[in-house]
């Protein structure tokens, strides 16, 4: 998804691609469920909204960068199986097979 913002960005006013990608930006800004949306909350959580409001281009492994850490603290402040969970469930699959 920001590898086609970065193309939509980057291209020219004229193109009939952009013309209707810059109508619904001022169209659709309040409608809940659309692709603008789904970008401005993925920069959002990655602290990059300023990027989105004045529609810069991103540099995309930054950002990949930033969303990975992101998940990764998430997966960390879950909780997990235990292990001994794990093993058992390995040793019964074992006696079956």
Not at 34 to 56: H, K, P, Y
Request: net charge positive.
């Amino acid at each position: 998804m920001l590898c086609f913002w970065n193309r939509l960005i980057n291209m020219d006013l004229t193109r009939c691609t952009r013309i209707a990608f810059d109508w619904a930006n001022k169209c659709l800004q309040t409608s809940a469920t659309n692709w603008r949306n789904d970008i401005s909350a993925i920069l959002t959580e990655i602290d990059m909204l300023d990027s989105f409001q004045n529609e810069e281009v991103l540099g995309i492994e930054f950002c990949k960068l930033k969303l990975v850490d992101k998940q990764q603290i998430k997966w960390l402040n879950t909780t997990k199986p235990k292990l001994h969970y794990l093993r058992d469930v390995s040793a019964s699959r074992d006696t079956y097979c």
